[in-house]
């Protein structure tokens, strides 16, 4: 439940420190390439310009690669990375003399239902009270070609496109990039159920997006 | 033991990620698994949001421009430079 054990380095993780200390540049190159788009986006969350971000993005690699004697291999290497990335970027972002407070960055604000509340019964109904009024469809019965489409996948992308930030790079970590709850909340220093609520939030509005278009009528 | 849960389809839907994260208490798991065997309208919504999460996995990170990168390699080199002459 929320005690989970911290996730620890993986074998590969120990191996790609190796290889840094060692000096082997594809192993910087692979690291920059997998994770310089996310990082940036998390950067931008605390600056306010993109040029910006790619400073902290910038600084936050020599502190990698500074750090990199003192990596013990307590957390994983990309949760250690982000950590790094957000204390650079807040440290960046304090001299900029932002006006709202990093605290704000992730909370979650005010109350939003997953889904519209007209799709339930009043609380009062004598038959059904706050019941399904409309069902939601199965989706078993769509075409594979349709499911796995790419104009499916492009109004996902769409629907995280258009979320708060927070809720957006919490989606992106969590089901683009496949993270686990523990690693992101230790990336991003946010408790696990300030996660969830940003992640429900994501999938709730991504699955509205879906509904509203598996529902039109599809190419016969 | 504690108390049922009262579960609705209303409730539910607003449980379903804490459900499928395992975060729920032992009590209110079981009765909105209850409630997902005799309703239709919730198990369905569930099976979507499980797709939602599984379409959600097929999209790749946008793809950044490349300029940027050179300068990170440039951090490598330097570093590296930098230690080796220790």
Known sequence: MSDRPPIRASDEDLRVVEALRAGDE???????????????????MYV???????????????????????FEGRSS????????????????????????????????????PA???????????????????????????????????????DRIREAIDALPANQREVIRLRDVLGWGSAEVCNALEISETNQR???????????????????????? | MSAPV????KGLVELVTDYLEGALPEAERASLEQHLAGCEGCSAYLEQMRVTIA?????????IPADGREELLDVFRAWKEQTSSW
């Open chain 2, 55 to 63: 379409l959600t996995g097929r999209l790749t990170e946008d793809a």
């Open chain 1, 26 to 44: 594809p192993s910087f190159a692979m690291l920059v390439d997998r994770y310089r788009a996310p990082m940036l986006r998390v950067a931008q």
């Open chain 2, 6 to 9: 009262d579960m609705n389809c």
């Open chain 1, 48 to 70: 306010s310009t993109r040029a910006v971000a790619e400073e902290v993005v910038q600084d936050t690699w020599v502190g990698v690669l500074r750090g990199l004697d003192a």
């Open chain 1, 115 to 153: 889904v519209d509340p007209d799709r339930f019964f009043p609380d009062d109904d004598p038959s059904a009270p706050r019941g399904w009024r409309s069902l939601p469809a199965r989706w078993d019965a769509i075409p594979e070609e349709r499911l796995l489409g790419k104009e499916t996948l």
């Open chain 1, 77 to 112: 290497l990309r949760t250690w990375i982000f950590r790094i990335l957000a204390n650079t970027a807040k440290t960046r972002g304090q001299r900029e003399a932002r006006s709202t407070p990093f605290s704000s960055v992730w909370a979650a604000g005010d109350d939003e």
């Open chain 1, 197 to 220: 609520v940003l992640l429900h939030r994501a999938r709730a509005k991504v699955r509205r997006a879906l509904e509203a278009y598996l529902g039109e009528e599809g190419p016969s």
